[in-house]
């Protein structure tokens, strides 16, 4: 149940975000909100601006992600509300940034971070994959034992 709630959630909430930065911001205009600095700018490729003009490539390669999570989750082997947390962020993160990719040609960035300037769906992927490595070391440690 968590994968869903988690999934639908982080989806409604980036796209619902892109849409108002879209709607009211100006590409490159810069503004502070809650103490937060955002600039509005369109990523035709991925992290950090790599691969400018294959966003729709990327945006195949967010579906094939997301039936290969589903895979995972159907044949049963990993299991438990950790994996599905990860999961619902790494599948919410993927499709958030698919629709945009696969609609639009590019993706919408705001968040500056050290880094580069990101979105909620680049947070919940860095959220799932932390998840995913916590996962796999507490699936490690009781494999041990």
């Known amino acids: 149940m968590p994968f869903y709630v988690i999934a639908i959630f982080v989806i409604v909430m980036d796209q619902l975000s892109k849409y108002l930065i879209r709607a009211y911001i100006e590409i490159n205009e810069t503004f502070t909100l809650w103490?937060?600095?955002?600039?509005?700018?369109?990523n035709s490729g991925m992290a950090g601006g790599l691969f400018q003009g294959y966003a729709r490539l990327f945006g195949v390669v967010a579906v094939v992600f997301v039936i290969v999570v589903f895979y995972f989750r159907r044949t049963g082997e990993m299991k438990g509300a950790l994996i599905d947390s990860s999961f619902g962020f790494l599948v919410g993160g993927a499709i958030g940034n698919g629709i945009d990719r696969l609609l639009f040609g590019?993706?919408?960035?705001?968040?500056?971070?050290?880094?580069?300037?990101?979105?909620?769906?680049?947070?919940?992927?860095?959220?799932?994959?932390?998840?995913?490595?916590?996962?796999?070391?507490?699936?490690?440690?009781?494999?041990?034992?």
Do not use: C, M, Y
Not at 35 to 42: A, K, M, R, V
């Open 35 to 42: 103490g937060i600095q955002l600039t509005h700018i369109e």
């Open 106 to 145: 590019q993706v919408t960035d705001f968040i500056i971070r050290s880094g580069g300037i990101l979105n909620l769906a680049d947070h919940a992927i860095e959220i799932g994959g932390v998840l995913l490595i916590i996962f796999g070391v507490v699936s490690w440690f009781k494999n041990k034992h």
